[in-house]
C-alpha cells in the first residue's frame, strides 16, 4: 500500500518533474512527457471515511472508480457527476484531476460541484488539506476546486472527500427517431420545466433521453415522450467513448445548447452543449465554443487567450515553483 508519507517523501526528494498518472486511462487527454519519471498512485487506495447518513465520502485517489460505485450503490447512492470510467484502472483520482464527468452533468452538475475537499501534496512534500470539511483553504484559492482539470500540475491529489446523492428510485433509457430540430426542441422543452431528464444524446437521427427520479415521475414522462426503451448501458458507453475506441482523433466541442450546428457531428450530448466529430479530414473550427482534440499522436485542449495564459501560468508558479507536476500536460508553456 503506498501511504501518503511514501508520495510527501517521493515529492521532496524529486530532482527532475515527475508524470503522476492513477491507471493511466487519459493519456489521450492532453500532452504526455513519457521521458518524465512515474509517480504511480494507483496503489494509494481505498476509502477512508464513508457517512451514508451524512451523503459524503471520502476516498483515496488510486481507488478505481467502479470500487467506489458499487460501494455506494450498496446503499443506494450514486456520485451524482456520473464519472466516466475509461476502463478498470480508472481511478477516482484521475477522474477529479481530469475534471471529468458523465451524462448527468448538465442535470446534476460537474464533478467539481462535488468535491466538497481534498487532501494534496505541494511542492515542497508537505501533505495539506483543503476544501470545507476541514476548513483549511488558502486565502484566495479554492484549491479543491483547482485541482478538478489541472491534470495533476498544481499538486498530488491524494485524497478527496465527495459529496454523494440517494440512487434515483426508478430510471428509463428511451430512443426516439426524429429530425435534429425535433429533437433540439423536445430536449429544450425538458430543459427548461421541471422533469426528470437526466441525460440526452443525439446521434444518427435518433434521440436517447434518460429520465431518472420518483416512480410516478418517470412514468409520467415516459408516456407522454413514447419512443422505445434502451439498456441503461448506452450511457455508460457514451460516457467512456467507447464507440469511439478506434478512431484516432475525437474533436470535442464545448458549446451552449442553442449554438448553431456547424458540422456534421457524430454525436451530440450535453443536451446538445457537447459535440463530438471522429477523424474529421482538416481540424475542425466553429464561431461559438471551445475545441479539445484527444489523440494517441497529437492531444490538445485547444489554443488559450493571453489573460487565460497568464492565469494559468500564475498558478502553476504559486503551486509548483519547481516544475515538477506533469510539466507541459496542458499545453506547451502554460503549466
Not at 463530438?276 to 485547444?302: E, K, M, R, Y
Amino acid at each position: 500500500m503506498l501511504e501518503v508519507k511514501d508520495i510527501s517523501a517521493r515529492v521532496a526528494a524529486a530532482t527532475s518533474p515527475l508524470r503522476i498518472v492513477g491507471g493511466d486511462t487519459k493519456r489521450r487527454y492532453g500532452h504526455v512527457d513519457e521521458s518524465l519519471e512515474l509517480l504511480e498512485m494507483a496503489g494509494h487506495a481505498g476509502i477512508l471515511d464513508y457517512h451514508p447518513a451524512e451523503l459524503v465520502v471520502r476516498v483515496r485517489a488510486g481507488t478505481p472508480v467502479t470500487e467506489l460505485v458499487d460501494t455506494l450503490a450498496k446503499e443506494n447512492q450514486v456520485l451524482a457527476f456520473e464519472p466516466p470510467v475509461h476502463g478498470e484502472a480508472s481511478t477516482i483520482g484521475g477522474v477529479i484531476s481530469a475534471g471529468l464527468s458523465g451524462s448527468r452533468r448538465p442535470y446534476a452538475g460537474a464533478a467539481r460541484d462535488h468535491v466538497l475537499g481534498a487532501g494534496v501534496v505541494l511542492f515542497d512534500g508537505e501533505y495539506r488539506e483543503f476544501g470545507g470539511q476541514v476548513m483549511k483553504n488558502v486565502a484566495g484559492y479554492d484549491v479543491s476546486r483547482l485541482i478538478c482539470g489541472a491534470y495533476g500540475t498544481l499538486g498530488v491529489v491524494a485524497d478527496v472527500s465527495l459529496k454523494v446523492l440517494p440512487a434515483p428510485e426508478r430510471e428509463v433509457s428511451l430512443a426516439l427517431e426524429m429530425p435534429l430540430i425535433e429533437a433540439q426542441s423536445l430536449v429544450e422543452s425538458l430543459t427548461r420545466r421541471v422533469s426528470p431528464l437526466s441525460a440526452s444524446a443525439y446521434a444518427a437521427g435518433v434521440l436517447s433521453l434518460r429520465l431518472s427520479g420518483l416512480e410516478s415521475d418517470v412514468a409520467d414522462e415516459q408516456l407522454a415522450i413514447g419512443g422505445e426503451i434502451i439498456d441503461d448501458v448506452y450511457w455508460r458507453q457514451l460516457d467512456s467513448l467507447a464507440s469511439f475506441q478506434g478512431a484516432s482523433q475525437i474533436w470535442r466541442l464545448s458549446t451552449h445548447a442553442l449554438a448553431p450546428v456547424e458540422h456534421d457531428y457524430d454525436r451530440m450530448d450535453w443536451g446538445f452543449a457537447q459535440r463530438w466529430l471522429v477523424d474529421p479530414a482538416t481540424a475542425p473550427t466553429s464561431s461559438q465554443g471551445h475545441w479539445t482534440c484527444i489523440s494517441n499522436t497529437s492531444p490538445s485542449f485547444g489554443s488559450m487567450s493571453l489573460l487565460e495564459q497568464k492565469l494559468h501560468r500564475n498558478l502553476k508558479q504559486v503551486f509548483d515553483p519547481n516544475g515538477i507536476f506533469n510539466p507541459g500536460r496542458l499545453g506547451e508553456g502554460v503549466a
